[in-house]
Nanobody
Framework: QVQLVESGGGSVQAGGSLRLSCAYSGYTFSSSDCMAWFRQAPGKEREGVLYIAGDGTTNYADSVKGRFTISKDNAKNTLYLQMNSLQPEDTAMYYC???????????????WGQGAQVTVSS
């Protein structure tokens, strides 16, 4: 059984930083898969933030380039999202996802974490 467990959400002021972790089990990252971070703000659709593909390629939404970084610790089976220079518009529930066949399309991901709330105040 695949499990993704997120941690590290919280509240910060604008300009601050947070790091989200996604510990996964029962899942083997393959060369044809993606692991990704998505976010969803109230009243908005879920959107891709950044992903890492099985070949190591990473890609970022324009809104977070230069501020957010995705990384992966294979020994710990953990995916990370480092968020710097946070802004109020980054406020959302953040989800890690695994097993995606199309890295920006949430409906191709079969496995999801429970979500971690990030709130940024001005």
């Amino acid at each position: 059984q695949v499990q993704l467990v997120e941690s590290g959400g919280g509240s910060v002021q604008a300009g601050g930083s947070l790091r989200l972790s996604c510990a996964y089990s029962g899942y083997t990252f393959s060369s044809s898969d993606c692991m990704a971070w998505f976010r969803q703000a109230p009243g908005k659709e879920r959107e891709g933030v950044l992903y890492i593909a099985g070949d190591g390629t990473t890609n970022y939404a324009d809104s977070v380039k230069g501020r957010f970084t995705i990384s992966k610790d294979n020994a710990k089976n953990t995916l990370y999202l480092q968020m710097n220079s946070l802004q109020p518009e980054d406020t959302a529930m953040y989800y890690c996802a695994a097993g995606g066949s199309a890295c920006w399309r949430p409906n191709t991901f079969p496995y999801w974490g429970q979500g971690a709330q990030v709130t940024v105040s001005s």
